[in-house]
């Protein structure tokens, strides 16, 4: 059965990206009941956000270049073609934030804003 998470246009993952993880983790396994898993990733840890086993988010410590940014969540959009989707967004009128730029084993990923000046991510999965 198709996940219906990686389909163009839909929300596929959302990621916290804070500068207390262990705080952050037992704040919302507190509220939500979240459970965790930590798998490492080049010069740190990411926390696997899951709910009944099934993974739905991530947590991730502020990484160098986000330093001094406010902690939040992010919102992935999945898209077919990231590279097309940074072209797409100047067309329209947004600007990239952070340019396409790959995460090994997972994907493509980039950083936009809308005309508005609200922030979203745009991500491309490999195929598995």
């Known amino acids: 059965m ?4 990686m389909k163009h246009g839909a929300f596929g993952w959302f990621e916290l990206m804070t500068t207390d993880v262990e705080a952050a ?3 919302y396994k507190d509220l939500f009941g979240w459970e965790y898993e930590t798998v490492p990733i080049p010069g740190s840890e990411y926390t696997i956000v899951k ?3 099934v ?3 991530g947590i991730m410590a502020m990484v160098e270049e ?3 940014m406010s902690t939040s969540w ?3 959009v999945t898209v077919n073609d990231v590279d097309a989707t940074v072209t797409s967004v100047t067309e329209l009128g947004g600007k990239v ?3 396409a730029f790959d995460i090994p084993e997972v994907g493509r990923f980039c950083q936009v804003q809308d005309p508005q000046g609200a ?3 745009a991500m491309s999965y490999l195929k598995k």
Do not use: H, S
């Not at 198709?2 to 998470?5: A, F, H, L, S, T």
């Open 97 to 99: 934030l952070r340019a």
């Open 66 to 68: 986000c330093k001094g």
């Open 119 to 121: 922030v979203i991510m």
């Open 2 to 5: 198709e996940n219906p998470c």
């Open 74 to 76: 992010d919102i992935y």
């Open 25 to 27: 983790k037992t704040f």
């Open 55 to 57: 993974a739905v988010a």
């Open 51 to 53: 709910v009944d086993g």
